[in-house]
Each structure stands twice: as C-alpha cells, then as structure tokens.
C-alpha cells in the first residue's frame, strides 16, 4: 500500500531563516507530488506541484521554491522566511498521468510552520 | 478559473441528525469530486472520491453525489454523532493547462455534532 511522509510536524522559526520541508511517498513510482498552504481562516492554496523528477510548477509567486530530486521526494525550501510564510503546509500525491486507476489525493500529515 | 464554493460554513446539530454538506463548481469540466474531512490541526482524510461519470459514492454513513451539469454536490450524514465533528472540505479534480490533475479547494464546512 502507498503512504506518504511529511516532516517535521511543528516548526518555529525566525524571520530570515531559511527553511526545508520534506515528503516522501512510499510504494508507487512516478507519482504526482503536491505543496499546499492553509494559512488561518483561509483555504487550501496550491503553491507546486510536480509530475516527474526535476520538473517543479509554481502556482504563486512567493518567497518558497520546490525541488523534487528523487521520484518520491519532494522537499519545500526558502532562503529567508517571512512572517507571511507562517501556516500548515501539506504535502500529497496522486497517481502520474496515464494510468487507469481512479485518481484523487492523499495528504501528508502535513507541518504547522510558526515564523516568529 | 474554476471556484468552488462550500455553505454551510459553519453547522451545529444535535447527536443523530442527518445532515446535508453542499458543494458548487463554476466550471463543469472536472474530471472528478473528492470529499475529504480535516481534524483541527491535522492534516486531510480521504472520504470519498466520484468520477465525472458517476452520480453517486457510498461509504458506511456517508453519501456523496454528484450532479455536474449544474455544478453541485452534496455530503449526506446519516445519523450523525460527535466523532463526526471536523471540517468538510470539497475538492474539484480537473486537468490544468499544463497537462497535470489538481484538485480546486472549497474553504470547507465546519461541522459540530453536540452530543
């Protein structure tokens, strides 16, 4: 069965930090990967998704950058955070284009991210 | 640009009510409808999934349909109970420009059963 890895769960960091989140997605190959934020009282917004190894599409510009260097792992950076970056941050997967099975998400557990 | 929109946003019922989520797409082209639940703080739990061919999708006490020529789907509770208190967030599946699947967010129903 396929599972998804998102960490760390809670962050607290300051202005200007940088910053690297991680997820991993176990038992499919060339999946789908997906970077959202649901900042407070807001939506689920789609910041980058990715539909093979080095290919990353931005939805918003912003202060964040995607990278996906292996097909099951896709990693969130920024080089100095903002106040504004602060929010729950969640990964998910769906299957590649081309197949038969009936896609949809699943999410991460995602990574409630506090800039201080 | 599709938009999704989700009212109730908030619901309060008593413990066994059947309840009703409601769900609009501005745009008919989708390729699928997914309904998730969210904890407060955690993350997004599948709970049913409806291809654009299909009208409806049962799991346990829960029942979606989907009519997309109008842009419409609901949740349907049965019997519900505090366990099912969480937010419900629609979720609209299409192909972007880019020849890559997304799915479109509503902002969610937030769902309260008293006991």
């Known amino acids: 069965s396929q599972t998804i890895h998102q960490w760390p769960a809670t962050l607290v960091q300051p202005v200007g930090s940088p910053l690297s989140l991680e997820c991993t997605v176990e038992g499919t190959s060339n999946p789908n990967l997906y970077w959202y934020r649901q900042a407070a009282g807001r939506g689920l917004q789609l910041l980058f998704y990715?539909?093979?190894?080095?290919?990353i599409s931005s939805e918003v510009p912003q202060n964040l950058s995607a990278s996906r260097p292996q097909d099951r792992q896709f990693i969130l950076s920024s080089k100095k955070l903002l106040l504004s970056d602060s929010g729950f941050y969640l990964c998910?997967?769906?299957?590649?284009?081309?197949?038969?099975?009936?896609?949809?998400?699943?999410f991460g557990s995602g990574t409630r991210l506090t800039v201080v | 640009k599709q938009e999704v929109t989700q009212i109730p946003a908030a619901l309060s019922v008593p413990e066994g009510e059947n309840l009703v989520l409601n769900c609009s797409f501005t745009?008919?082209?989708?390729?699928?409808l997914q309904w998730f639940r969210q904890d407060p703080g955690k993350g997004l739990t599948s709970l049913l999934l409806?291809?654009?061919?299909?009208r409806e999708q049962t799991s346990g006490r829960l029942n979606a349909s989907l009519d997309k020529s109008s842009g419409r789907s609901t949740l349907y509770i049965a019997a519900s109970q505090p366990g099912d208190s969480a937010t419900y967030l629609c979720a609209v599946g299409l192909y972007s420009g880019a020849g890559s699947y997304q799915l479109t967010f509503g902002k969610g129903t937030k769902l309260s059963v008293i006991p």
């Open positions: 990715s539909v093979g190894i080095g290919q």
């Open positions: 998910a997967w769906s299957r590649g284009q081309g197949t038969s099975a009936a896609r949809g998400y699943t």
């Open positions: 409806i291809q654009s061919s299909q």
């Open positions: 745009d008919s082209a989708i390729y699928n």
